[in-house]
């Protein structure tokens, strides 16, 4: 993957295997280069490779898929990654990578917890997932409380 078209599609891509949403939603959602920035900052342009890499070539082999994503997900090095991204899309937050981790590949790296942006708080997946809204970010419209959320019935 070269330029930066090139690393958001492979970030788009890997991201939709881990979070269970098409890559058409999550490039829609307009966060993904940013997550793919602030990834490359806390966790380090090299590992982000590596990850996306590994997420790439577990695919390949879409029969024994579930399992390179679940080794992928329990390794030392990517894990955290991984298990942070799928955060990321889902919460539009980030948690700091855990401290033996950092101490290991990212010694000296700044990371904290922290809500990228308004945009990634609206656009987290969980909204889509539960068939609601942000809370206090995007208005329901009066009255609807009264209403079934969609797809539901009385």
């Not at 970030?11 to 966060?31: D, E, M, N, R």
């Not at 656009?123 to 009255?143: I, R, Y």
């Amino acid at each position: 993957m070269t330029g930066s078209v090139g690393k958001l599609d492979g970030f788009i891509k890997a991201s939709a295997v881990l979070v269970g949403y098409p890559q058409s939603a999550l490039a829609l959602t307009g966060v993904g280069s940013d997550y793919l920035t602030l990834c490359e900052e806390r966790v380090g342009t090299a590992i982000l490779a590596e990850f996306l890499e590994a997420i790439a070539k577990a695919v390949e082999k879409p029969r024994d898929a579930s399992v390179a994503i679940e080794k992928i997900l329990d390794d030392h090095k990517l894990g955290p990654v991984g298990r942070n991204i799928i955060q990321l899309w889902y919460l539009g937050g980030w948690s700091a990578m855990p401290g033996d981790w950092r101490e290991t590949y990212r010694n000296g790296a700044a990371d904290e917890d922290m809500i990228p942006s308004a945009l990634a708080y609206k656009q987290g997946l969980v909204w889509k997932t539960l068939k609601t809204h942000p809370m206090g970010a995007k208005a329901p419209g009066f009255g609807s409380w009264a209403l079934n959320p969609p797809g539901e019935t009385e």
